[in-house]
């Protein structure tokens, strides 16, 4: 997983205040998704991307939450006006061009701990 | 809804001895499952896969074992090693699916 590249390792942002999270794929990999670890709890889902396309982000929240996925450039998920229950690690994965539950293995980077004060 | 549920959220086992790692779905769509490790403050690194037309897939000291009547799974580590001793992550998909659903992890501890 060292080849998916996520920074900052570690976020410090107070209430109101926005949030940029950066995942860069492995390269040759063109599939790339966020999710969120919340304490005690498992990974959940939150936007699958592929490049210029988002094609499912069913699991982010409607509001403050954004992602793109741009032509040249890393992954940015954007969370604007934060608020302490966004603290969480966020973790992103990339795949090759092939889905996830084909026989491929998503590769995840060592993600990002953001704290709201 | 938790789709993916590991019951049992820590263990604790002797170096040399067997680990058993369980996992429970509700999903009937699910046919690809995976098996992640997690180091603090690092990833989750992929272990083991195993799809629905197999009971059983091995790698070495890894095997996963799938009961689909009984929509279980379980890992076995055996001998186990102290640098086991990490979150294990159960997760699923479908297919025609590419999100991952995740357990809640098991903390695992091998005692040397």
């Known amino acids: 997983n060292a080849g998916v590249m996520q920074n900052p390792r570690h976020l410090v942002r107070r209430r109101g205040q926005e949030a940029r999270l950066r995942c860069s794929p492995m390269?040759?990999?063109?599939?790339v998704y966020w999710y969120r670890q919340l304490p005690e709890e498992g990974l959940k889902f939150m936007v699958y991307?592929?490049?210029?396309?988002?094609?499912?982000e069913s699991g982010m929240p409607k509001e403050r939450f954004s992602a793109e996925f741009p032509k040249e450039g890393p992954s940015i998920l954007r969370i604007q006006q934060v608020v302490r229950g966004d603290s969480a690690a966020y973790f992103c994965a990339s795949s090759p061009p092939s889905m996830v539950g084909s026989g491929t293995e998503a590769f995840f980077g060592q993600g990002t701990r953001l704290t709201v004060v | 809804d938790q789709q993916v549920k590991q019951n049992s959220p820590s263990l604790s086992v002797q170096e040399g001895r067997i680990s058993i790692l369980n996992c429970d779905y509700t999903?009937?769509?699910?046919?690809?499952f995976l098996w992640y490790k997690k180091y603090p403050a690092e990833g989750p690194t992929f272990l083991i896969s195993i799809s629905s037309i197999k009971d059983k897939n091995e790698d070495g000291r890894f095997t996963v074992f799938l009961n689909k009547s009984a929509k279980h799974l379980s890992l076995h580590i055996v001998p186990s090693q102290p640098g086991d001793s990490a979150v294990y992550f159960c997760a699923a998909s479908a297919r025609s699916d590419y999100k991952l659903s995740f357990g809640a992890g098991t903390t695992v501890t091998v005692r040397a």
């Open positions: 999903n009937s769509m699910f046919d690809y």
């Open positions: 390269k040759g990999h063109s599939h």
């Open positions: 991307l592929q490049k210029e396309n988002i094609i499912d």
